[in-house]
């Protein structure tokens, strides 16, 4: 089997011939039709984080059934299904609490990929950069067979994160300015989540003008260029002077993290959905905090239960509510994969994909 595997930092996947495991007791093999091409990858890639090499990168993948371990009730061969990454345990504090996103397993799952004996590790527990992976039941969740799961993909993670940090974390009310600070693949499904909110304004910031364009599409009404203009004071200049009542960051970075801050009015809320480099550090006055009854938030995954959220999502794409299609900028091969991350970090697709069937 074929996978794209990363053996050092800072230096290109590898794709490799590897051994997988048949699936064991509440575990099912997925023949991968598609995986997105997510920045949470590339982090990986160019920062020293705690995932330890070598792995097989991917996260956001979508494919179909093709065999199912002992005492497996949830799905079958050949029920079509998105992957849900991370551990889903179902017993721990937060998951009995109806927060999976943040589950903290009593144990990791067990060795699943190997090269000649040795563990590959699987990224976020599902490794979905390859032809096939066995994961956990708790982490796949069965979808209409009409869907096409190519798209269905990105609901595994882009599309989930972006629409549930309006939906299910900050849960805009229908009416509001909203301001998102980033329009990568999640930033333009933040964008997607204020409109099917019914937020009157949705005020989309980045640095290039075609990702700007980007977020037009999906449903941005004002673009704000953060090189030509201050993001701030335009913003407040299109809410009358108050400033935006939710605001969206989508980069992780400390910077514009405090842009969000300060682009929200008093009593707004501003969440933080980007992913940061480890020891980045934010410094904010806390008297604000208190004076101006802000709040700042972080966002998981969406804060979404994905076996209720990922059918929901599907359908709202099915009914032609929430665009998927035209989020898919570029395909790609398996042995393209670098290129794949060279194009996203170079601002040249909404979103990539690449197609493993």
């Not at 665009?323 to 091969?333: H, Q, S, Y």
């Amino acid at each position: 089997m074929k996978a794209a595997v990363l053996y050092e930092r800072r230096t290109p996947l590898v794709i490799d011939d590897l051994d997988l495991a048949s699936p064991g007791a509440g575990e099912v093999e997925v023949r991968l039709v598609a995986s997105g091409v997510c920045h949470s990858d590339l982090h990986h890639i160019q920062r020293d984080t705690p995932t330890i090499l070598p792995v097989v990168l991917g996260h956001e993948g979508a494919g179909i059934v093709t065999a199912v371990g002992p005492n497996v009730t949830r799905v079958a061969p050949g029920d079509h299904v998105i992957i849900a990454f991370g551990p889903k345990c179902g017993e721990c504090y937060y998951c009995v609490r109806g927060m999976p996103y943040l589950c903290t397993p009593a144990r990791p799952a067990r060795p699943r990929l190997f090269k000649n004996g040795q563990v590959i590790n699987q990224f976020l527990e599902v490794a979905t950069y390859a032809e096939r992976t066995v994961v956990s039941e708790k982490n796949v969740v069965k979808i209409r067979d009409d869907a096409p799961l190519a798209v269905c993909s990105l609901v595994a993670c882009g599309v989930t994160t972006g629409i549930g940090a309006v939906i299910n974390t900050a849960r805009v009310e229908p009416g509001s300015n909203v301001v998102v600070i980033g329009t990568g693949g999640v930033g333009l499904n933040v964008v997607q989540g204020a409109r099917l909110a019914g937020a009157a304004r949705i005020i989309a910031v980045d640095v290039r003008d075609n990702k700007l364009e980007f977020a037009r599409a999906m449903g941005a009404t004002h673009l704000i260029n953060a090189a030509r203009e201050d993001v701030v004071e335009r913003v407040r200049a299109l809410t009358g002077g108050y400033g935006a009542d939710y605001a969206f960051e989508v980069i992780g970075n400390p910077a514009t993290i405090n842009q969000a801050y300060e682009s929200i009015r008093k009593g707004g809320t501003a969440v933080v959905v980007g992913v940061a480099d480890e020891n980045a550090e934010l410094t904010i006055k806390p008297v604000w905090l208190m004076r101006q009854a802000k709040t700042l938030m972080g966002c998981a995954y969406g804060s979404a239960r994905p076996q209720v959220d990922f059918p929901r999502i599907v359908d709202l794409y099915m009914e032609g509510r929430i665009k998927l299609d035209e989020l898919i900028t570029r395909r790609f091969g398996l042995d393209e994969i670098n290129e794949a991350f060279r194009a996203m970090e170079a601002g040249e697709v909404a979103r990539g994909v690449i197609d493993l069937a």
